[in-house]
């Protein structure tokens, strides 16, 4: 009997007995569909979460100021240090470094706008003209904020589309308009699109672009607060953003501490990290039913065996060795397992379908999985059949025929 023979004879068994067959592959259709739409939900989930959170530049990498105390200070335990004050001139400086496309200073601050009857606290973020390009900005409408808005500290703002919404009509023009942002006049010069998502904006009434020097007089904080570099492509981030530092360092002429990176593609993959650990432990837990599946095509196998053992005597009369015998159940428990697993992908592939049109969330099936989900119903197959198997190849021959 060639291995064509035998999966005609384990079709033909399973065709013969379909409701028995289908309860039976029952649990593993619902633990290879469980498995694969966990790992599909927990893909879609991490790249949107990252594409969401780095859209705007992957590239972005973060300097910081890391301060050093001296041992008289680490014995006594109480020093205190201020970060270096950050200009404008710093930024050219860390422009003109081999590998940097551009250098970002901002600073923050918060305040109330009051405009009609309507107020809301604002997240404000101090940029400059740099912002714009190297944030790839999206300017709706008016225009940016540019280097003479800096220079002469002019009382002008950016509201995002969220602000807009809240505070104006949507056909009143706001450009030119002057609001009332903790007791101060400014003048509303453009309407921009924030490159973070709403979901993970602070303020609910939106945010707010102004020149930095202007949030330093207010505020009475430094010109630059936050300064990152953006490298010219993805593989030179490391090179590109340890030579940035080391060239801030030497300009600042710093005596203690030196200015260091923190990267985002760290963050991407410590989200990454998570979001595996949490799709491992629940796809674990969804596989138990694989297990239990496997369970049950084990025992519908001995009860296969049982009802055939006149059918294997028979064969075994006419030469059949104890190998071909274990050879047929084994093909029959693997048939069973992988026809639940393929039912199983294609019930996963429609589920996470119907969620990636009903949710925020494009659940991927990745063939990989699928390919996983299919070895893996065949192993079950392989493993719960091997008792069934080996039971029916032992049989005795002439206990075989004697058998009622």
């Known amino acids: 009997m060639n291995f064509l023979e035998s999966f005609k004879i384990a079709f033909s068994s399973i065709w013969n007995h379909k409701v028995r067959a289908l309860l039976t592959m029952l649990g593993i259709i619902i633990g290879v569909a469980a498995v694969i739409t966990i790992v599909a939900i927990g ?14 530049d992957k590239n972005v990498i ?160 430094y010109e630059i607060e936050s300064l990152s570099v953006i490298a010219e492509s993805p593989e030179s981030i490391g090179e590109t953003g340890r030579l940035a530092a080391e060239t801030l360092t030497e300009s600042k002429e710093l005596e203690q501490g030196q200015f260091t990176t923190y990267d985002m593609s760290e963050i991407e993959d410590e989200i990454g990290q998570v979001i595996l650990i949490m799709t491992l ?62 039912i199983g992908i294609g019930l996963a592939s429609a589920g996470t379908g119907l969620i990636t049109l009903l949710s925020p969330i494009n659940a991927m099936v990745s063939p990989i999985v699928v390919l996983i989900g299919v070895g893996f119903s065949a192993f079950i197959g392989i493993i719960f059949g091997i008792l069934p198997a080996n039971k029916a190849s032992k049989l005795s021959p002439i206990d075989a025929l004697r058998y009622e």
Request: glycine share 10%; net charge negative; no cysteine.
């Open 43 to 56: 893909q879609g989930a991490q790249t949107q979460m990252t594409d969401e959170l780095f859209a705007v």
């Open 62 to 221: 973060e300097l910081y100021y890391e301060y050093e105390p001296t041992e008289e200070e680490m014995m006594n335990g109480d020093y205190a240090y201020e970060n270096p004050e950050l200009n404008s001139a710093d930024l050219e400086t860390l422009e003109a470094v081999p590998g940097v496309k551009a250098a970002i200073g901002t600073n923050t601050g918060w305040g109330m706008l009051v405009r009609n009857d309507k107020t809301g606290e604002m997240n404000i973020t101090g940029v400059g003209p740099e912002y714009f390009s190297a944030q790839s900005i999206e300017v709706l409408e008016g225009r940016p904020i540019n280097a003479r808005d800096n220079e002469g500290m002019n009382r002008v703002v950016m509201i995002d589309k969220v602000a807009r919404e809240m505070f104006f009509k949507e056909d009143e023009n706001p450009i030119g308009e002057i609001i009332d942002l903790d007791d101060n006049p400014y003048k509303v010069i453009g309407v921009y699109k924030s490159p973070i998502p709403e979901q993970y904006q602070w303020s609910e009434s939106g945010e707010m672009l102004m020149p930095r020097a202007v949030i330093s007089m207010m505020f009475g904080s």
């Open 281 to 342: 432990f629940i796809g674990s837990i969804a596989g138990i039913s694989l297990l239990v599946g496997g369970i049950g095509v084990m025992n519908i196998m001995l009860v296969s065996v049982t009802e055939r053992t006149r059918e294997i005597g028979l064969r075994k009369a006419l030469g059949a060795t104890r190998g071909k015998i274990l050879f047929q159940f084994l093909i029959e428990s693997i048939t069973l397992t992988s026809l639940g697993g393929l």
